[in-house]
């Protein structure tokens, strides 16, 4: 069994501006590529869960979704880290999908296909509703990240610059 790190999207890895479908609109969170590393070096599997209405809604079509995937997983690879998969809703809230972030749709789909460890396992994300999915899916350990309330989570750091020093400095205290 692996552990994973579960990462939500828009908002962690690239600076959410709502429905980023293009490249020249995908700004890279400062701190992301240090933080998942670290993760990596703990033996973590690293997945991306992301809500991806703007398809739902018309906004880009699944294959802008998908070619942006392509060339961000491609951006991953030169800087040597390894996506094990991306998996996104592309329902709008009132499909009332099994899939749509905190529906655990997506993480069952990636326990078909992967053998992990939830109770080892983190969840980042900057909304509720990715927190909410961490509990709902019994993911063990979930960080907030942002300036405004969100309940539940292990740990909330306002930036994830701060998440990444604050994990990078306290890594032997931390059940990684
Ligand atoms: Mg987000
Ligand atoms: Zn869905």
Known sequence: MSKALFLDRDGIVNIDYGYVYKQEDFQFVEG???????F???DYHIFILTNQSGIGRGYYTLTDFNNLTTWMLKIF????????EVFYCPHLP??????????????????????????HSW?????????DLA????????????DYEIK???LHFDTL?????????????ISF
């Open 40 to 42: 990596i070096q703990h």
């Open 152 to 154: 539940g989570a292990t």
């Open 94 to 119: 009132r499909d009332y999908c099994d899939c749509r972030k905190p529906n655990t749709g997506m993480i069952k789909k990636c326990l078909n296909k992967h053998t992990i460890d939830l109770a």
């Open 161 to 173: 610059l701060s998440c990444k020093e604050y994990l990078e400095e306290n890594q032997a205290i």
């Open 77 to 84: 690879k030169e800087k040597k880290i390894h996506i094990e």
């Open 123 to 131: 969840l980042i994300g900057d909304k509720q509703s990715d927190i």
């Open 135 to 146: 509990h709902n899916a019994h993911i063990a350990s979930s960080i907030a990240i942002g």
């Open 32 to 38: 992301i590529f240090e933080l998942i590393m670290l």
